[in-house]
């Protein structure tokens, strides 16, 4: 899927061309399936953030070079052709359409971050060039958003003090809802391959060129073993608990805490609430209520067994954040 206007060298030869690059990060911070991909679309919708996009993770070795060529925009359209030949609607694994300005994840490239896809010294770079990339081709005067989960779990301390002047949006929702959309969101993983992860994911691929391992994961986070269950509540948990022991180490300035709940049931108020916090200005006068698509929520038996377990692990978040 390579641009045939540009030559091979892509972006770099233009590398230098980001030295002098600024830019302002701003974190969402929420674990796997805590609603930190809608937040992320409507903050994205405010027109207050560069973003990264899948164009930007999916063409990364061209971003610059397509922007000063002036064929980004060919870029794009051939990109959204390709997902349509492809069949590629959405996400399949959470049901977000796909196009390529969707909002991303940006530890799809950090290759160097390990299984977990976080932030570390040797992968910090990446993301710094990553950054500078988007804000490069983008408006100077914003800053830049970024969202991946896997930095949220014991990791955004080390986040921090690698941009010590970062500001954190740290997300909340029902810890057995998150258990809940998690052990689905596995099983739906395992069970359909998603041409748009193999895009933009290696480490996807490669599940799917092990069918045995494929077969022993998805056979020990099924229905029929409480193992699959285990795992997950014990990831929710640490993080969950991560959380609680660091979070007064942040200088209150540079984070604020909002709820899954209430981005869904009032998300003009929600994020007039945070973009107050960032100090910046609503841009937009879209009807936020239209991006939110309601689902009805039932919790899986596994995790009703395990409700009150939970409950009693994480009795101190439950109370400080309302969810008694």
């Given at each position: 899927?390579?641009?045939?206007k540009?030559?091979?060298l892509?972006?770099?030869?233009?590398?230098?061309?980001?030295?002098?690059?600024?830019?302002?990060?701003?974190?969402?911070?929420?674990?796997?399936?805590s609603?930190?991909?809608?937040?992320?679309?409507?903050?994205?919708?405010?027109?207050?953030?560069?973003?990264v996009r899948?164009?930007?993770?999916?063409?990364?070795?061209?971003?610059?070079?397509?922007?000063?060529?002036?064929?980004?925009?060919?870029?794009?359209?051939?990109?959204?052709?390709?997902?349509?030949r492809?069949?590629?609607?959405?996400?399949?694994?959470?049901?977000v359409?796909?196009?390529?300005?969707?909002?991303?994840?940006?530890g799809?490239?950090?290759?160097?971050?390990?299984?977990?896809l976080?932030?570390?010294?040797?992968?910090?770079?990446?993301?710094?060039?990553?950054?500078?990339?988007?804000?490069?081709?983008?408006?100077?005067?914003?800053?830049?958003?970024?969202?991946?989960p896997?930095?949220?779990f014991?990791?955004?301390?080390y986040?921090?003090?690698?941009?010590?002047?970062?500001?954190?949006?740290?997300?909340?929702?029902?810890?057995?809802?998150?258990?809940?959309s998690?052990l689905?969101?596995?099983?739906?993983?395992?069970?359909?391959?998603s041409?748009?992860?193999?895009?933009?994911?290696a480490?996807?691929?490669?599940?799917?060129?092990?069918?045995?391992?494929?077969?022993?994961?998805?056979?020990l986070?099924?229905?029929?073993f409480?193992?699959?269950?285990?795992?997950?509540?014990r990831?929710?948990?640490?993080?969950?608990?991560?959380?609680?022991?660091?979070?007064?180490?942040?200088?209150?300035s540079d984070?604020?805490?909002i709820?899954?709940?209430?981005?869904?049931?009032?998300?003009?108020?929600t994020?007039?609430?945070?973009?107050?916090?960032?100090?910046?200005?609503?841009?937009?006068?879209?009807?936020?209520e239209t991006?939110?698509?309601?689902?009805?929520?039932?919790l899986?038996?596994?995790?009703?067994?395990?409700?009150?377990v939970?409950?009693?692990?994480?009795?101190?978040?439950?109370?400080?954040?309302?969810?008694?």
């Amino acid at each position: 899927m390579q641009n045939a206007k540009l030559d091979t060298l892509g972006d770099q030869q233009y590398i230098a061309l980001l030295k002098d690059v600024r830019f302002r990060p701003i974190f969402i911070m929420g674990d796997h399936r805590s609603g930190t991909t809608l937040l992320y679309q409507l903050l994205d919708a405010t027109q207050c953030f560069n973003v990264v996009r899948a164009y930007h993770l999916s063409r990364y070795d061209e971003v610059i070079a397509n922007h000063l060529h002036g064929t980004e925009g060919a870029a794009k359209q051939e990109l959204g052709s390709y997902f349509a030949r492809e069949g590629l609607t959405d996400r399949i694994i959470d049901g977000v359409g796909v196009t390529p300005d969707l909002p991303e994840e940006y530890g799809f490239i950090l290759k160097d971050g390990g299984f977990r896809l976080q932030l570390t010294p040797r992968s910090l770079p990446k993301l710094v060039e990553l950054c500078k990339k988007v804000q490069f081709v983008s408006d100077p005067a914003k800053p830049v958003l970024l969202k991946n989960p896997w930095d949220y779990f014991l990791n955004f301390m080390y986040v921090k003090s690698a941009f010590p002047e970062a500001k954190f949006i740290f997300l909340h929702r029902e810890p057995l809802h998150v258990i809940n959309s998690q052990l689905k969101a596995v099983r739906s993983s395992l069970a359909t391959q998603s041409a748009y992860n193999d895009l933009i994911a290696a480490w996807y691929s490669r599940i799917y060129r092990q069918p045995a391992k494929r077969a022993a994961t998805r056979m020990l986070f099924s229905e029929h073993f409480d193992m699959g269950v285990r795992i997950v509540i014990r990831h929710v948990v640490r993080g969950l608990t991560y959380f609680m022991q660091h979070i007064d180490s942040l200088p209150t300035s540079d984070h604020i805490s909002i709820r899954y709940e209430d981005v869904c049931a009032e998300p003009r108020a929600t994020l007039e609430h945070i973009l107050s916090f960032l100090g910046l200005q609503e841009r937009s006068n879209v009807p936020y209520e239209t991006l939110i698509d309601p689902r009805p929520l039932r919790l899986l038996p596994e995790v009703v067994r395990k409700a009150a377990v939970v409950r009693k692990q994480l009795q101190p978040y439950y109370v400080q954040y309302g969810y008694n």
